[in-house]
């Protein structure tokens, strides 16, 4: 027996690694304004500068004017009664801020990033979006024009088209299954904006959400900023939704003659992050489509290179949750990509996910939840999902302590209780 | 200010450390000094391809994935016409694993037919994706060779067609490896919660074995200056006509680079900028209107792109940017409008020391443009540019005979 001499190095044995057992996340100092505005405030980071969220919950959907919520959001840029667009738009270039308007199926936001130096430039222009929006006649043509424009090349898109048709699928006529139309965009009237803004942009119906280097000055600015002068209208907000109505018809077939792919979305409604199978079908979903290795990937990329990308994932929302897997495929293998992702969804529902396997997709899940806390940003951005769900931080415990538990036996409980795929809706654009 | 360490092996590869312990993950960068650009014309989106192949096994790691995400690790990577960047995230704890996968790469690949023949099929679905099934998807294919003539610029990442990744063979890949994926056209740069000692001790165990290899002297047909105006018109499967103005600029290291990435930016950043205000908001002339510049290693380009509302015709629409063109030649820019631009750069610097990766790149970047240390002092080159220097270079750039115009008309079709 001879000694290897000290300085071989083994290339084919991996490193000792150690698996993450603790993971912190930063909770916010909260406060209620007089108004009802709730304030939610995470103070960390060596960088002067803060990013602010005003949060409103989308007012109830209502199938006669579809894109009130979207529109309104949108156009909070477009001037008030006493800016102009173009003023608002040169007040927060010039010292440097990021102004963007968001809209969700269930909230609505307005977020500043500014430079703390800045704040008492910048504080006062949001202040006046919230409470004196105008919706200006000739910024709302011009709005209504593009997004039809817009529209016309979405259209164009085989995966756009097959996500309009597989949300109206499965969640019916309610902001989730909404596909706007040339004819919602052209239904919309300045009036219908200015009270829906009224309603939804109240204190009342506000989580403001402030992640940076927030020292006592800036809240203090912040505070004074939304509390002294905002005040609630006569009528509160509806912000609940609609139950979800998924269709009776299952197959969606879109045929484009001359297209190089298709684009495939099949999937199912099921339960959301309320629900406490959540987790556990979150692992499920990893290991079937949820990450670069998983079975979706390795097979119908990485073994029959039918495409690009193919994922699988998760949608959860206040009234229910979603099941889908997406990709782009060659048309000439359209076919074989819809067995293949039966295929391997059966396998889910008969072979136990071996145990090097699911101690590999529980190291990748805690490590990427890790590396998703990467500034303070992201420890809001945590929050928001836990808040907005009327969840608390045990959430997040429950996801640990799941993605280091689930058994492999769960698993393939899980699979057979949630996954039918005679079931699930099944979406084509392209060629089949 | 981003703060750094940095060393040489003794085989050339150069390592930059960041330690930023508010984290608990590190991220391992590497970039390779090899491009779209450095491939022959007859075997275009090589590079890419090869970006592909670097994720099938290496010598000694048959799968590169897996190991990294058994601890917890991500990785990605992207090819540009200049460069090749791969990176890792992972937790600090694990950091040697990155060391482990990214030096046996960068020793050899395994070379497997297998792979070779599975990821040109996922290459060529990416060229359908992202290329040829959407609409103008192929812009980049039809305005690069109109705007270069002989640099190598002429043909996108993707490749120029479909053929070339199709005739890929197991000998070229070979080649490639050989000719670029060395230690001395590499640059690694490792962030987080590290430490420089940590990271010297690493880098000689993993890195330092591996053969300094031949260096890669480029030698690229430079593109001449541009004298005569160019044009084409296609009509294809589109639903609104879109009109593309290319212009020749000059490269990343000149003098002026500065000076015209600002005057992209007053005529197209954010709402306040000029193209949006002028031709989308008052005159209704576009539905959505934006100028940007490639930052390319060589020289690069100055791209106008809009596309006109359905009333407009192309000649209304270009004669309408080609007077906001004129507008910033002739008249001067107003002393609020520049602080404006060099205001939101600045702070766009503070906010991008928010995110440890995108340090760990542009550290990779600016090393690769000669010193690390220059990242430090970009925000004082664009506080320093006058309204007369980016007068200048409107001049200088906005002329007809230095234009490329892509126009796409709409096929006639009906709506959906």
Redesign the interface.
Known sequence: MTNEPMTE?N??L?????A?DNITLIRPEHKTLGNGCNIYCFNS?????VRIEWVFNNLRFNPAKPLLNMAVNTML?EGTNTLT??Q???K???????LQVDYGYENSQVTL???NKHLHQTLPVIADLLTNSVFPEK?LE?FK??QQ??L??S????DIVARRDFNKAIYGNTIYGLGAS?DNYKSLQRDDLAAHYKLQYQPSNCSIIIAGKVDATALALITDTFDKGWTNGPITADTTQPELQAAAERFYFTEKS????SAIRIGTPTINRNHPDFQALQVLNTVYGG???SRLMTNI????????GIGSGLGSFKQGGSFFIAT???ADVCKAAVTEIEKELNILKTDLVPAEEL???R??M???L??S???V?SHADKFKSIYFAGLDYDYYDRYADTVKNITSDKLIELANQYFHFDEFYKVIVGKY | MVKFNRFTLDNGLRVIVHEDN????AVLNILYDVGARDENPEQTGFAHLFEHLMFGGS???PSY???L??????NNAFTSNDITNYYI???S??I??A??LE??RM?SLAFSEKSL??????????F???Y????YGDVWLKLRPLVYKEHSYKWATIGKTIKHIEDARIEDVKAFFKKHYTPQNAIMVVGGDVNLEQVKQLAE??FG?IPAGEKYHRNLPQEPEQHDERRETVTA????NDVYIAFQMGARLDDDYYAVELLSDILS????SRLY?SL??DR?IF??VHAYITSSLDKGMFVLEG?P??NVSIEQAEAALWEELEKVKTEAIPA?EL???Q??????M??S?????DKAMNLASFELLGDADQLNYETEKYLAVTAAQIKEVANNIFRKDNSSTLIYLAEQTE??
Do not use: C, H
């Not at chain 1, 927060?92 to 990021?98: E, R, W």
């Not at chain 1, 259209?155 to 085989?158: F, G, H, M, S, T």
């Not at chain 2, 995400?69 to 991500?74: A, D, N, S, T, Y």
């Not at chain 2, 205001?343 to 766009?348: D, V, Y």
């Open positions: 190095l290339r084919t991996a490193p000792d690694f150690k993450i980071g060596d960088q002067e500068l840029t667009a173009a608002i738009a040169d927060i270039d010039f010292y440097g801020a990021f990033y500014s430079l910024e011009t024009r593009n424009q817009k016309q090349v259209l164009q898109k085989n040339f001359d297209a190089l792919q990450y670069f290795g990329r990485e073994d029959k290179g039918y495409t690009y782009e495929v060659g101690s590999l997709v190291n990748y805690l490590g990427s890790l590396g806390l990467e500034n940003f | 508010t984290t608990p993950m010598v000694n790691i994935d897996e190991p995400q058994r601890v917890g690790g991500e995230t992972l937790p704890a694990n040697e694993t060391f482990w030096s046996d020793l023949e599975v990821q040109r099929n996922v290459v060529i679905e990416e359908k994706q992202r040829l099934n959407q609409p165990k993993w074995p499967k589109v639903p609104l950043r954010g709402n306040s205000r989308v908001q209704q539905s959505e596309k509302l359905e609020d602080t404006k631009v205001n939101k750069t600045e702070s766009t503070v906010f020391e928010m995110s440890l990766l709506l959906v």
